[in-house]
Every structure is written in structure tokens, then in C-alpha cells.
């Protein structure tokens, strides 16, 4: 039981650091702006859903190493992500710009 107390804790944790980044900080929801954010070298962290293709996730990950980001697996699905958001729609993936108030990118 405690491991899965502690996972809880962990999503819990990302999620309150996740809706202070949408309301503090500059973040982009989705694969095209997660692209064009990770060309431009100007993402810092992108968030994966874990029901993400494998070839999407494998694309994006691909992109993170070369432009020197981080990346997270999410352990909920694109709709849990998108309810972390504050959005009512699916978000497969987001990439931070800036985290704002928020210490996700020092937590990772």
C-alpha cells in the first residue's frame, strides 16, 4: 500500500505544480506546438501522456535530446492531463517555456 500512496502523492505534486505553471508560466498544449516549441529550442520540460503513440512519444523524445529538455512521463491518460490543465478537453502533451512561480523544471 505505501508504494502506492507515494505515486498518488507524486501525481498529486505534479498536478498542483502543473496548474500553477498554467496560471504563472508560459506553456504549450498539444504535438504541433510541442514541436515547434522543442525546434526552436525555447521548451524547457515537455509532459507526456502515458497513452501517447509510441511513435509520436519516441518522435518527441528524440526532439527533447536534441534540444537539451527534459521530458516527463505523465502517469495518467490525455484526459487526465487535460483535466490537470483546467481544461475540459484531451492534451497528449505540453511543453514549459517558462515555469513562472512554479518549481516543476527544479523538481524533475
Known amino acids: 500500500m505505501a508504494p502506492a500512496k507515494k505515486s498518488k502523492k507524486s501525481v498529486e505534486?505534479?498536478?498542483?505544480?502543473?496548474?500553477?505553471?498554467?496560471?504563472?508560466?508560459?506553456?504549450a498544449l498539444?504535438?504541433?506546438?510541442?514541436?515547434k516549441a522543442l525546434r526552436n529550442t525555447?521548451?524547457?520540460l515537455v509532459i507526456i501522456s502515458s497513452n501517447c503513440p509510441p511513435l509520436r512519444k519516441s518522435e518527441i523524445e528524440y526532439?527533447?535530446?536534441?534540444?537539451k529538455c527534459t521530458v516527463h512521463h505523465y502517469a495518467g491518460t490525455n484526459s487526465d492531463l487535460g483535466t490537470a490543465?483546467?481544461?475540459?478537453?484531451?492534451?497528449s502533451m505540453i511543453s514549459v517555456t517558462d515555469q513562472g512561480d512554479s518549481?516543476?523544471?527544479?523538481?524533475?
Open 13 to 27: 505534486s505534479i498536478n498542483s505544480k502543473l496548474q500553477l505553471v498554467m496560471r504563472s508560466g508560459k506553456s
Open 30 to 35: 498539444g504535438y504541433k506546438t510541442t514541436v
Open 42 to 44: 525555447k521548451a524547457k
Open 63 to 67: 526532439y527533447a535530446m536534441l534540444a
Open 85 to 91: 490543465c483546467g481544461k475540459f478537453f484531451r492534451v
Open 103 to 108: 518549481d516543476i523544471l527544479s523538481s524533475q
